[in-house]
């Protein structure tokens, strides 16, 4: 709606070309931004090492900004092609891009922030969609869920170690004292911490017998600290799993990561085919069907 249908087909052209990896010209149109997403990236680092900047300073920033307006037309592309615009900006990817070509204008205000392009390394996680989709992305997808699904698990678990954290600060600072580098409780806290994740970076360390006993059994149940969480994940990951998705993309809510026989978005329940002027989702379709009954 509101497009001919030579304009139309154009258009569906163009985001099977942008938004789908599986076709031939998606597969290529991917692997070619890849490789100017990496060539970008590059001219950044090297711009940041001062005898390479001092060579070809000139030629580094014409490289990074035209690389800057090669990725500006694709995102306004993008914007145009997608049959919701509003989606894919507000999307993961959608963000990734936007925030991508942002610091090269700002850096025309605020010239450090031309390093925040590096930004664009984010932009390699398409990647994940040349590599033939469905391995890579039902792994993410697969992790993601197992890590919402852990959420009030290791929150709980957190909190637990936190309340432990104050009770051993608290101790450390009673028997060592500020004569041995514990001057208050929160430096107890940091402490404890510290001894508790295994770091031990050393500048606090206890000097009585009894504080180095309380280290020792701090340290040893960092390991059960490191453990338990893992386990959590873990299980997870085995539930989520029994689930398998591919790389099939939604052009309404952008998701992608759906079961290999799907017809449909599994969130928002558009169709996984659009016809090149519009999609359809199931309620729509039963809606328009007609009354075999009638």
Known sequence: MGFNRPVSSLRHRVYQTIFEAETPAGKLFDVLLLMAIVGSIAAVVLESVEPVQQMYGPQLYLVEWLFTALFTI?????LWASPRPHRYAFSFFGAVDL????????????ASSQSLV???????????????LGRYLGEGEILLKALAASRFKITIFVGSVLSGVLIVGTT??????????????????????????TVGYGDLAPATPLGRLLASVVMIL??????????IVSAEIAVAGREHFNSRHCSGCQL????????????????????????V??????QSSPDKSS
């Open 281 to 286: 989702s199931p309620a729509t379709e039963l």
């Open 99 to 110: 925030f991508a070509i942002l610091p090269s204008y700002l850096s025309i205000f605020f």
């Open 74 to 78: 694709e995102y306004f592309v993008r």
């Open 172 to 197: 450390i600072f009673m028997i060592e004292g500020p004569e041995h580098g514990f001057h208050n409780i929160p430096e107890g806290m940091y402490w404890a911490i510290v001894t508790l994740t």
């Open 256 to 279: 992608e990561g759906h079961a290999p026989d799907a017809d449909f978005c599994r969130r928002c329940g558009l169709s996984l085919s659009p016809s090149p002027d519009a999609s």
């Open 118 to 132: 590096v930004i664009r390394g984010l932009r390699l996680l398409r990647v994940f969609r040349v590599l033939k």
């Open 222 to 231: 960092g390991y059960g600290v490191i453990a338990v969480p893992t386990g």
